[in-house]
């Protein structure tokens, strides 16, 4: 009798082992927030490039300085729809932090690591990575050597972009240029001008002529 009962427990417990490992229970939330649609500034530009990459900075206030691992992610080149202005970002796996955010200028160059053929060192004047804008000597390093040069030419290819929008805006703004198609647009005026007058004197001497006929 004893064994008997001892197995009509056993069996209790087990059942009830079972019920509170199957138990979902659902609460629902006191406060419910709508969902928010989160902007990255990316839906304002064109996406002319991507490949994962593993970024590093030079941190020279180190002592001794030294190069430092800032993330590993997707690299990309995004051009501004309506500025046309090009940056390059970055953002680590994952969290998604901002690990690189500057834009590309015509003076930036790019230079093979050394020891590496499938990496880069180039300066940043501004990076935006920590919100603030601050100079940074970065490298960035790929998979293979194929892929480090495919993004020097994009990287090349912008570059070359903005040299031509810096000529454009240039012209538009340099007062010098401006006054000397003012100046071209006189002189042409004036030729006009005196054109008119000869004409107009050629039918003056006719007329006499004609007159005195």
Known sequence: MADE????DHD???ESVNEDTNHDPHFEPIVS???QEVKTLEEDEEELFRMRAKLFRYASENDPPEWKERGTGDVKLLKHKERGTIRLLMRRDKTLKICANH???PSMELRPNVGSDRAWVWNAPADFADEEPKPELLAIR???KENAQKFKAKFEECKGKMKLNDDD???EENPDKVAEKLEELSVKE???GSTKEKECEK???TSEKTAAN
């Open 5 to 8: 009962r001892e197995a009509g």
């Open 12 to 14: 209790t417990t087990t």
């Open 33 to 35: 927030l709508p969902e």
């Open 103 to 105: 834009y590309l200028t």
């Open 142 to 144: 790929f998979l293979n």
């Open 169 to 171: 805006d240039e012209e």
């Open 190 to 192: 004036d030729k006009k």
């Open 203 to 205: 039918k003056e001497v």
